[in-house]
């Protein structure tokens, strides 16, 4: 008997309306407008779509998360990169994976919002209007190490012991074993952590942008209007943000499945 399988794109659609039609409810039942007010904290997915395609602030869109993106940018390149060190440096000297790993694990348990509080004091914001917030950007940074740690510690150790042998064997070293047995075992669980780091170095950089000392990007955005009370406006731009972090996690899902095809069950 065959079963149906239902395609990735459709149950995408299905979850996607699904979540709309709840959100569409819950707003016109669990929050009624009061007498002679128009505020209300849960707009319904047609205010939304009016606030960004109806008024056109879709349009300013880029300017807004321009500088959000480049910090986030940054910050996961700074992070990630210190974060593949501390994992190769492991592999070097396999006695200080107890230290490396408890470095990881102290930057993921540090409070974030009295870690940004310090950072806004000591690095600042943003040097001129439009440009990152060096808050963000650090934050942004400080996010990613933990689970590329992990991941890439994870991947370097996965590596086949009789293939390690082999190579052993025939003569090759430290390096060879490196280059033809352990990067190649690593590769999926080091892509893995690289792409669940995106969508929480986004995050990092709203929240460091979200502490002050810039004047452009998503978190002086969200100030100004959670202070005007434009719940619209509010929930508009946490969507984009949800929107762009989706996508970028998914182009880099792309590249897991380009460069580790054999993880699929494809032919490389």
Known sequence: MRTFRMPTWAAGLIGAAA??????LFSLTAFQLEAGTSFTPVPSPWAVFEWLFLDGNIAGAWSVFQPTITAA????LWGNGIALILAAFVLVFPKTETVVTQIAVVSYCLPIVAVGGISVVVLGGAKNPGDPSATAIFLAALVCVFTTVVGSI???TSADKSSLDVVRVFG????TQLRKVRLIAALPAILTALQIAVPTAFLGAVLGEYLGAITAGVGPTLIRLQGQLDAAGVWSVFLLCAVFAL???SLVGLVVKLVTPWVAGRPS
């Not at 940018?73 to 996961?76: M, Q, S």
């Not at 090759?172 to 390096?175: Q, S, V």
């Open 73 to 76: 940018g940054i910050g996961y």
């Open 172 to 175: 090759g070293g430290t390096w």
């Open 154 to 156: 994870l991947g370097f």
């Open 247 to 249: 996508v970028a996690y």
């Open 19 to 24: 979540l709309i039609l709840a959100w569409w």
